[in-house]
Structures are given as structure tokens and as C-alpha cells.
């Protein structure tokens, strides 16, 4: 039997979020699509078994990406607020967020690049002062309160990463000029400048060695996210649709890849601990892109001209899977990326 949620996702993506998808593309998530998501107990995936939760990201995806995408980001928050150790933030915030009374952004891209660090929290009496640039935060204007990582400045080798969430929304010392993304766009997107923003002890959710944290991110960005297959399939529902030989053939031999590449991905995250057979894990993400950008192409070239309209699904699901290429995308999966796509 279907688990509730997987049920609920592809309700909602079949009755609002995938109608609306090219319409929210242009002008942005509305508030009113979280509020759905919210009434349909889709804002807590934590507790979810793994493939429930990616079921119900695959469904959303498959949707509309651009809600995904602002609802996806809304659960490393919960996730942080879960394990952090700021038990009065728990109590406050938890119950918000789960529910989908709140809605949280993050941004944590910028600890992944090497050198010097582009957002450094300082020491300042009982909080601290946070300078630097976040190159890309989602859901500006649409979420409540954003966690953001910040390096701390400290002597010796040990680094560690200060995680506090916090509202920058009307803050002299966050100042946000908007990106024109060419996919995804209806992210509210930004790129943020901060100033001696001040965060008090009371915002922290918990501080991380750094060392530690990009660890568990390159083990977790070798996988292939959900999302990928959720696009590729729906490209290919839509090809099959369609009333031409070619397109059905072309959907059939690239739905028994897909059924390929997904089993293969889903049973390395649940059958073999995280970090263990990396390579095998980055060059499946890789196939897996290559994928999504083939069956998008081809649901382009079966619509012809009309596929270049705005209001077209073809063109949208194209971009979105070049978008979901460089999401999360390191240097190992970069490098696994190209290779993949060069063999083609």
C-alpha cells in the first residue's frame, strides 16, 4: 500500500502544482503552494523512511521544480534545528517549521569553495558580527527566517562553521540584489551582501567543525538527488503521450534507463553507508544527468517551435534539468559530470 505522503505529493502536484508550473516559473512561488504543502503534512519529512521522501521530492519535482526547490531547501533547517543543541529554539521554532507556519531558507554553498572563506562570523560580546557574500539564497521575500553557515574566525588549525538561524528580512547590514536565473527563476533567488550582521547566542543553532561538515556533504553530493529522476520521468511520461512512433520509442528505451540508473542510485544510499564507493555513486549521478538532459531535449525536439514558447512544459523541463546538473555540484561531481557527458 502507498504511503499517505507519496499519495498527498502526487494529489497535489496533479491538482495544482503541475497546472500552474510554467506560470510560477515566470512570476515566482506564491505563498498559497507552501500553504498547500503545509495542509497536506508535506512540510516534516525527517521522520519519512529514505524512499518515502524521495517519492514524494520525485512527485514534486516532477510537478514543478520551482516549488520543489523552495520546499526542498526548507528541510536542512528542520534537520539542523533538530539536532542542533539550542533547546529553545527547538521548542520555538520546531513546531513552526514542521507544520509549515514557517517557512526557512538556507545558505551553506558558500562553505564548500576552498581558500578564504566568503562569510566569516567573528566573536563580539554574547553573539557575533557575520561579513561576507552568499552567492545564492532562495526564497527571499517568501521565507520567514533563513540558516545561514558562516566561518568563524579563530587561532589554530581547527575550523568550525556557526550555524544561526535567523529573519534578515529589513536588516541595514543584509543587503540582497535579485538573479535573473535562466531556470528556476521563480525561486526568488538572491545574492546576498553582509555587514556586520549581529547574531546573538540565542540565534545559534549549533557550531560544527568545518572539516567534519564538508565531509558529510561530499559524501552526500556524490549521490544523485531525487529530483533528477522525478524531471526524467515526467519528460518521458510526456513523450510517450505523445501521438508520433518516435517519440513513444524514444520514451520507452529511455524509461528502462531511467528504471536502471534509479535502482542503482537508491539501493548505494540504502544498502551501502555514506562515503563508501564514491566513485560508482558520482558516476551514476552523472549518468543520471545526462539522462534528464536527453529526455528533456527530446520532449524539445517532439514539440518542435511550440517547445520555445514560455508556456511551453518542454523548454521549462529542459532548463530545470540543467539546473539541477550544477545543484550541489562539487568538484568530484563536476569532474564526473563532463566525463559522462564527453563519452556520449
Known amino acids: 500500500m502507498e504511503h499517505p505522503a507519496i499519495t498527498a505529493a502526487r494529489d497535489l502536484g496533479d491538482r495544482l502544482l503541475r497546472p500552474d508550473a510554467e506560470r510560477v516559473d515566470v512570476e515566482g512561488v506564491p505563498r498559497s ?12 519529512v525527517a521522520d519519512l523512511p529514505g524512499p518515502v521522501s524521495r517519492a514524494v521530492a520525485e512527485e514534486l519535482a516532477a510537478a514543478d521544480a520551482s ?3 523552495v520546499w526542498t531547501q ?5 534537520r539542523t534545528v533538530m539536532r542542533g543543541t539550542n533547546e529553545a529554539m527547538r521548542q520555538t521554532w520546531l513546531p513552526r517549521l514542521t507544520s509549515g507556519d514557517a517557512l526557512a531558507g538556507v545558505a551553506f554553498t558558500h562553505l564548500r569553495r576552498p581558500g578564504a572563506p566568503a562569510v566569516t562570523a567573528r566573536r563580539d560580546g554574547d553573539g557575533w558580527l557575520v561579513d561576507g557574500d552568499i552567492a545564492w539564497l532562495t526564497s527571499w521575500g517568501l521565507a520567514d527566517v533563513f540558516l545561514i553557515g558562516a566561518q568563524a574566525e579563530q587561532s589554530g588549525s581547527d575550523v568550525d562553521v556557526v550555524w544561526a538561524l535567523v529573519d534578515l528580512h529589513g536588516h541595514r547590514e543584509a543587503i540582497a540584489e535579485p538573479l535573473q536565473l535562466a531556470a528556476m527563476n521563480g525561486t526568488a533567488t538572491v545574492r546576498l551582501r553582509l555587514s556586520g550582521l549581529r547574531i546573538d547566542d540565542s540565534d545559534v543553532v549549533v557550531v560544527d567543525p568545518l572539516a567534519q561538515w564538508r565531509a558529510e556533504d561530499a559524501a552526500r553530493t556524490a549521490d544523485v538527488s531525487a529530483a ?13 503521450e505523445r501521438d508520433e512512433p518516435a517519440a513513444r520509442e524514444a520514451a520507452q528505451a529511455m ?4 528504471h536502471q540508473l534509479r535502482s542503482a542510485a537508491y539501493a548505494l544510499i540504502d544498502d551501502v553507508p555514506p562515503g563508501e564507493r564514491v566513485e560508482e555513486r558520482l558516476g551514476i549521478r552523472a549518468q543520471a544527468h545526462a539522462l534528464a538532459c536527453r529526455a528533456t531535449a527530446a520532449l524539445v525536439a517532439a514539440g518542435a517551435g511550440r517547445s520555445m514558447l514560455l508556456d511551453a512544459p518542454a523548454q521549462r523541463l529542459a532548463r530545470v534539468a540543467l539546473f539541477l546538473m550544477v545543484q550541489g555540484q562539487t568538484a568530484p561531481v563536476r569532474a564526473a559530470t563532463l566525463a559522462a557527458l564527453g563519452s556520449q
Open 33 to 44: 503552494h507552501v500553504d498547500a504543502l503545509a495542509a497536506a503534512g508535506l512540510m516534516n
Open 67 to 69: 516549488t520543489w526547490f
Open 74 to 78: 526548507h528541510h536542512s533547517p528542520v
Open 228 to 240: 533528477v529522476f522525478g524531471v526524467t520521468r515526467e519528460a518521458v511520461r510526456r513523450l510517450r
Open 255 to 258: 524509461d528502462e534507463q531511467l
